[in-house]
């Protein structure tokens, strides 16, 4: 059965979703409070995708801009958060065509991550100054590693590893049929644990 195209109980909270009808609304305060709910994942979403500050945050701002004038659109038919990454990553995509056009950047192959939960190594009660250096060395190379992945490659992990989004999301944000995001993110994790185990601290 198709979903009531006003019934959005399923997905918000009558907080959020009067909040989503005043910024429909052209009400400013209301896209403020938007804001403060969601600028934290946006921005932490975006530095996974681009891991420098000032172009997370070029594109946390870009991304809110484009929210606000495309905010009509929402339905409530899925997650406001699955709707909301969807715009961040075409942002992104947006501008990295834009400097391979004007500075012609080169993409590397891109892999994924284990499911080896790597920041719980980082998580240490009493770490020693040898494990504090080995632990950054680590979380670098795989910042590294994560960074070089082609652009589709990379909003896959980030979205799977650092947001915790299902597959079944991931397939909404992307548009991509669940068993495509499954396979792409085995060959991502197969990629990036074999550049991963060719450095001696992941072997």
């Given amino acids: 059965m198709m979903q009531e195209r006003c019934a959005p109980t399923r997905t918000l909270d009558s907080e959020e979703w009067a909040t989503i009808e005043g910024c429909k609304r052209g009400e400013h305060a209301a896209f403020d409070r938007l804001v403060r709910a969601y600028e934290d994942r946006v921005y932490r979403f975006a530095y996974g995708l681009c891991p420098r500050y000032d172009d997370a945050s070029d594109v946390s701002a870009d991304t809110f801009v484009r929210v606000f004038r495309a905010i009509h659109h929402f339905r409530g038919n899925a997650n406001f958060s699955t709707w909301l990454f969807r715009i961040v990553i075409n942002v992104y995509l947006d501008r990295r065509k834009k400097e391979r056009r004007s500075q012609h950047l080169s993409l590397q192959d891109y892999t994924d991550l284990d499911d080896v939960n790597l920041v719980r190594q980082i998580e240490d009660p009493s770490p020693t100054p040898e494990r504090i250096v080995e632990d950054h060395e680590r979380r670098d190379a795989l910042q590294d590693a994560i960074a070089s992945l082609p652009d589709y490659q990379r909003a896959v992990i980030v979205l799977y590893h650092t947001e915790g989004k299902t597959y079944n999301e991931i397939a909404e944000v992307l548009s991509l049929p669940v068993g495509t ?19 001696e601290m992941f072997p």
Avoid: E
């Fill in 181 to 199: 995001v499954k396979s792409r993110l085995n060959r991502t994790r197969l990629n990036l644990r074999a550049r991963l185990s060719s450095a």
